[in-house]
């Protein structure tokens, strides 16, 4: 394949014709969708390339269309123009069978795992090995391969767990067991280390890798963190406001990025990316009175504007005591974040993290008194 590293580059022009080693081709597509404000084009004439067992990082700030560009190859949602192919069918031309066999061979596994409360973790996973068994006896081999599975992300003691038992990171990891269970063609992930601490976020990207490399199966994660991609991703494609800006080895791009956009983009990550190695690093010792919280903020937005510490700490009577923050100005925006001790009345404190939330800040309590 690095024949064709020149001209898998953005801005060298593709054929029309979906690639035969593919397994994921995108031609020229649109999607628009209508808002209050008019028409709005969330992906913007994109000609992609996934290659069959390969595992690609879609990376870029929040809003730049990364969830869409998912949605868009498991049929979610369809183009308005140009052609999404997978697995050789083109989606929008699927009808109601169609589609549900092409999800069979796909998985795919979000921030918040959608587990069955009403079953155990292996009978979960054991539901979704099932659906791939063609053995004499399906529920016997499924039960052993979810087992095996929950062995391999360390969650065997948990098995008999429900899903309220466990903790977010053992969730992630238990959704990545049943996403490779159906034994998949395609798996999308879409942001699955957010919820996770620093070790627990590269333990499940060493799973996802492992896992993907043992079945060929071709992996599309869409993540804001460079770390991420830079970990276990062979192929990036950066996305800008619903355009593909560059795209190529994740070696080539990273290490001799094309545009501007990505550079951009790359020193954001790096200014956020140095909040959770300082986070990871050491614990921040803080003894926390009642009260307080210590509270990681992400901005990791491009429409994040206002100073939004002070307004917080006005609007809602809190104090605010920062403890660590690298945050870069990029464009107009703040990217990067800041940990702080809050200080108020639990309802304050709670109202401030909604509002924080609702302005696009990504918030996480790391500890509370
Ligand atoms: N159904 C919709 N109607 C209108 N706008 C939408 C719709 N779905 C997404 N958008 C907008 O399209 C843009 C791209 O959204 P998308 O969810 O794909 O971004 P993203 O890159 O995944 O962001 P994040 O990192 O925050 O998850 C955003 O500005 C979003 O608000
Ligand atoms: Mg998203």
Known sequence: MTDD??????????????????AITFRDVTKTVLTADGPKSLIKNVTLDFEEGGV???????????????????GTITPTSGIVDVLGENVAGLDDRGLARLRSRISRAGVFPDFDEERTILESVAVAAGEAENAERPDEAA?????RLLREVSLRSQKDAHP?????????RAAVARAFASAPRILLFDEVTAAQDHIEGREILRLIRQFAKESGAT???????????????????????????EEGPTYAVISDPQTDQTRVFLE???????????????????DLRPGQKLIALRYVHEDVSEPLVSLVTRKFGIDVNIMLADVQIVG????????????????NIRDAVAFLRSKKVRVEILSEN
């Open 268 to 286: 954001a990550a790096s200014s956020l990316g140095k909040v959770d190695a300082l986070l990871a690093g050491h614990d921040p010792v803080v």
């Open 164 to 172: 309220s038992q466990l903790s977010g990171g053992e969730l992630q």
């Open 332 to 347: 107009k925006y703040p990217i990067g974040g800041i940990v702080g001790v809050f200080e108020g009345p639990e309802r």
């Open 143 to 147: 039960r052993a391969k979810a087992l």
């Open 56 to 74: 690609y990082g879609v990376i870029g700030l929040g809003g730049a269309g990364k969830s869409t560009l998912l949605k868009l190859i498991d």
């Open 219 to 245: 992996v599309v994660l869409a993540t804001h963190e460079i770390a991420t991609v830079k970990e276990i991703c062979d192929h990036i494609v950066v996305l800008d406001r619903g355009f593909v800006v």
């Open 5 to 22: 590293i020149e001209t898998t580059r953005a801005d060298a022009p593709m054929g029309d014709e979906p690639r035969a080693d593919a």
